[in-house]
């Protein structure tokens, strides 16, 4: 099936609200998933970490020229009920009953739908004959409010932006909500990624334990990461929890480079006030804002494994020596593809990031260009006009990822 077919087939199938829906050669299933990760988001003032029994009292640096008119984005994360209990979905090949393989597929910054990733999904699935776990982003996707998507209202407030910073840039409909939310609490983009890590690894424990009536308990997992996915699936695998991914790959498709060598200005992630925020408190300024919040402090500054390899993703000369002697010790288990005219995650920032300052990290890295118009929002697209290059592209792309996650 050429990949407009498939994108068509897939998106039409997935939409339905069936718990197990069957499409061509695939079956995708939806399955219940509770959070126990929220005690680590912005809302309570006193904070406590149980690994460490220490309590904190949270520190938020909010804009409070944001906050005037936006409360139906800018609410308590921990209070946000779509974050907290929603459906993931299985994407697999009918035939297999009880998956002892999955690939965890990661998207990217301010997704609200998965329909593009199903073509992705299902070329795995076909190619491995395993399952595919498509897992949401803390507060993207299912997790976030249907409000925070309404067109109107976003249309609303991205103009209200545009009143209030008259030289903001790519501000739009399709931003306004998470751009509201990055530029008044920045922090956000921490805890956020540190919940959706914790949450990754509570499903699979409860995998392990048998708690998933479709996949083994001692399955074989790898990760396909796209854009800022990316940056969660290089946490998971060299933090490496308890050894649950000493044996796991990870595939990154435009994606890898640290937090400073991406440029997120774009009409679909973020506007520039947005993203000037989030340099400002993850790049420039960090350090201060640490000294600030103890809290934050506690899991960023080594007490927490995870916190200590997320803050070396975000700037590129922060922590590098410890953030590439942990890519050299997983150098055979990584393999990424950059696009050329990518320009949100450059390919050669991909290469600066995963090969080392001294090039001297052996990750393989891939530059492609497409013979068809595209871009990092979409690498595929599914217009007929051009169904034919788009098909030789996309079977490129995933006979090398899957290649390599075949070895």
Not at 100 to 109: E, I, R, T, Y
Not at 383 to 403: G, H, L, P, Q, T
């Amino acid at each position: 099936m050429l990949y407009d077919e498939l994108f068509q087939t897939l998106k039409s199938a997935v939409n339905q609200s069936e718990e197990i829906v069957e499409v061509d050669n695939f079956r995708i299933m939806h399955y219940a998933f509770t959070s126990q990760s929220t005690f680590v988001l912005p809302g309570d003032e006193n904070r406590y970490c149980q690994k460490h029994s220490r309590s904190f009292t949270a520190y938020y640096n909010g804009q409070k020229n944001v906050d005037d008119f936006n409360h139906e984005v800018n609410v308590k994360d921990n209070e946000v009920s779509e974050n907290v209990s929603f459906h993931y979905q299985i994407l697999a090949p009918k035939g297999e009953h009880k998956l002892k393989k999955v690939v965890f597929l990661f998207h990217g910054f301010n997704e609200k739908s998965w329909d593009k990733y199903l073509p992705w999904a299902a070329a795995i699935a076909d190619r491995l004959n395993c399952g595919v776990v498509l897992f949401p982003i803390a507060f993207h996707m299912q997790r976030a409010p249907q409000s925070w998507s309404e067109k109107r209202k976003m249309f609303e407030l991205s103009n209200k932006r545009k009143q209030q910073f008259p030289n903001i840039i790519n501000s739009t409909l399709s931003n306004a909500a998470i751009s509201v939310r990055m530029q008044s609490l920045p922090q956000r983009f921490i805890w956020s990624g540190l919940q959706t890590y914790y949450d990754v690894i509570q499903l699979i424990e409860s995998i392990k334990r048998g708690e998933n009536e479709w996949i083994e308990p001692d399955f074989e997992f790898d990760i396909f990461a796209y854009s800022i996915g990316g940056f969660l699936g290089e946490i998971l695998l060299l933090t490496n929890h308890k050894n649950y991914f000493s044996n796991s790959k990870l595939c990154l498709f435009c994606s890898g480079p640290v937090f400073n060598r991406l440029s997120a200005v774009s009409k679909f992630i973020l506007d520039s006030e947005a993203n000037v925020a989030l340099y400002s408190y993850l790049v420039e300024h960090f350090e201060a804002f640490l000294a600030k919040d103890s809290y934050l402090n506690h899991y960023m500054n080594g007490n927490h494994i995870e916190g200590k390899v997320f803050s070396a993703m975000l700037e590129f000369k922060r922590l590098r020596e410890y953030r590439e002697s942990l890519l050299k010790q997983f150098e055979r288990q990584i393999y990424a593809i950059g696009l050329k005219k990518d320009t949100v995650i450059p390919a050669f920032e991909i290469i600066n990031t995963l090969n080392g300052a001294y090039r001297d990290i052996n990750i393989k890295v891939d530059t492609m260009d497409f013979s068809f118009p595209y871009s990092h929002e979409t690498p595929f697209s599914s217009k007929k006009i051009i169904s034919d290059d788009v098909n030789i592209a996309f079977n490129e792309v995933f006979d090398r990822f899957c290649n390599f996650l075949k070895v």
